[in-house]
C-alpha cells in the first residue's frame, strides 16, 4: 500500500536549518507530483511548496520563498525540503503528500504522510 514517512523534523533556533525527508514505497514514486503541507497549532493547513515528477518545476508559498528548497530523488523514492533562515513562525507539523498533478491546494494530493514536527525557539 502508499506510505509516506516523513523524517528530519525536531528542535532548531532561529535562523537555523532543518532538511526533511519524506521516503515514498507503494507506488511508482516518479509518476506523481509532491507536495509539502505544514499545519500549526490553532490553524489551517497550508501549501509550502510542491514538485513536479520530473523536479523540473518547482513551486513555494510566498511565506517561505527564499528560505525553503524542494527537491527529489526518483532514483530513491524521497522528497525533500530544505529549510534555511528558520523563523519561530514555521512552527508547525510538516505533511508531505503525492498527487497526479504539481499543485499548491491540498485538495489535488491523494496520499499523506503522518507528519513531522518542526519547532523554532525565538
Known amino acids: 500500500q502508499v506510505q509516506l514517512v516523513e523524517s528530519g523534523g525536531g528542535l532548531v533556533q532561529a535562523g537555523g536549518s532543518l532538511r526533511l525527508s519524506c521516503a515514498a514505497s507503494?507506488?511508482?514514486?516518479?509518476?506523481?507530483?509532491m507536495g509539502w503541507f505544514r499545519q500549526a497549532p490553532g490553524k489551517e493547513r497550508e501549501f509550502v511548496a510542491a514538485?513536479?515528477?520530473?523536479?523540473?518545476?518547482?513551486y513555494q508559498a510566498d511565506s517561505v520563498k527564499g528560505r525553503f528548497t524542494i527537491s527529489r530523488d526518483n532514483a530513491k523514492n524521497t522528497v525533500y525540503l530544505q529549510m534555511n533562515s528558520l523563523k519561530p513562525e514555521d512552527r508547525a507539523v510538516y505533511y508531505c503528500?503525492?498527487?497526479?498533478?504539481?499543485?499548491?491546494?491540498?485538495?489535488?494530493?491523494?496520499?499523506w504522510g503522518q507528519g513531522t514536527q518542526v519547532t523554532v525557539s525565538s
Open positions: 514538485i513536479s515528477r520530473s523536479g523540473g518545476i518547482t
Open positions: 503528500a503525492c498527487g497526479d498533478r504539481t499543485s499548491m491546494v491540498a485538495t489535488s494530493y491523494h496520499y
Open positions: 507503494g507506488f511508482t514514486f516518479s509518476n506523481y507530483a
